[in-house]
């Protein structure tokens, strides 16, 4: 078999497992459905708690601060998603019975890779339809917010490898409560709702180096929308770091889930 061959067939064996991991959004729509809608929810929600008692930089309305966070915030909450998925294929035998199958080693991994940015991407607009009836809206050029977006799906794109590597190595669906438990506070511990100018000096700096902030800071910034003063030096780089956070992401932990993900029988 050529190398060309060899290739052509990884993609064709990604693309089946992408189609068996999108025919469970038709079989399980009100699930997903809960999934695209959630962060909605938790925007109205904080909106309206907090939305009168924080001043905004600039006097801008606070969804119009808040909305780009939120966006960061959307695709940091699929990695629940992508950790549970693996995690159930893994219970229930699945995925070694893909691994027995003559078939890529590599197409369970990135067919669930695919199939969870397409999610991401529907959440994603999901979240930006609800923005704009808030009123939010960019106020740089289309352009800008394309980059903004692209900087966005490279997070999510890089939280899928973080996700798939503690699905593997959790030890069924119930040890997936236990890791979700420490997303939420990485998810809270940001710049998302409030200045960490705010918080106490060393949780502020862990706030301000959060990648899920040094995205929401990009994005903020290239969208034209209110930001808390830049005084730190990862705010002020937050655009470069929006870039390089990600991609130690998926240099560190790419390898490792694919490595999981061969060695599974050996655990």
Not at 76 to 99: I, Y
Not at 136 to 164: D, K, M, N, Y
Not at 220 to 227: C, M, V, Y
Request: net charge neutral; charged share 10%.
């Amino acid at each position: 078999m050529t190398a060309l061959s060899t290739v052509g067939w990884a993609f064709a064996d990604t693309w089946t497992i992408t189609r068996r991991d999108l025919n469970h959004w038709a079989l399980r729509p009100g699930t997903v459905a809960i999934g695209w809608v959630f962060p909605v929810m938790i925007a109205l929600m904080f909106g309206g708690l907090f939305g009168g008692a924080i001043e905004v930089p600039g006097g801008g309305g606070y969804f119009d601060f808040l909305m780009p966070g939120m966006f960061a915030m959307t695709v940091f909450f699929g990695l629940e998603n992508t950790m549970m998925a693996v995690t159930t294929d893994a219970a229930k035998g699945v995925t070694d019975r893909f691994r027995s199958m003559p078939m890529s080693s590599l197409a369970v991994v990135a067919g669930r890779c695919v199939a969870d940015m397409l999610n991401s991407v529907v959440g994603l607009a999901v979240m930006v339809g609800a923005g704009l009836a808030l009123g939010w809206r960019w106020h740089e050029g289309p352009g800008s917010a394309l980059a903004a977006f692209g900087l966005l799906l490279l997070l999510r794109f890089a939280l899928l490898w973080v996700g798939i590597l503690a699905g593997l190595a959790a030890g069924g669906p119930e040890s997936v409560t236990a890791v979700q438990i420490l997303v939420w506070p990485v998810g809270f511990l940001s710049n998302v709702f409030v200045d960490p100018a705010t918080m106490p000096s060393w949780l502020g700096a862990i706030a301000e180096w959060n990648p899920l902030s040094v995205t929401a800071a990009a994005v903020r910034d290239l969208f034209g929308t209110p930001g808390f003063e830049a005084g730190s030096w990862i705010t002020l780089n937050a655009i470069p770091m929006a870039v390089a956070w990600p991609l130690l992401l998926v240099a560190v932990f790419l390898p490792l889930s694919v490595r999981r993900y061969r060695n599974l029988s050996r655990t």
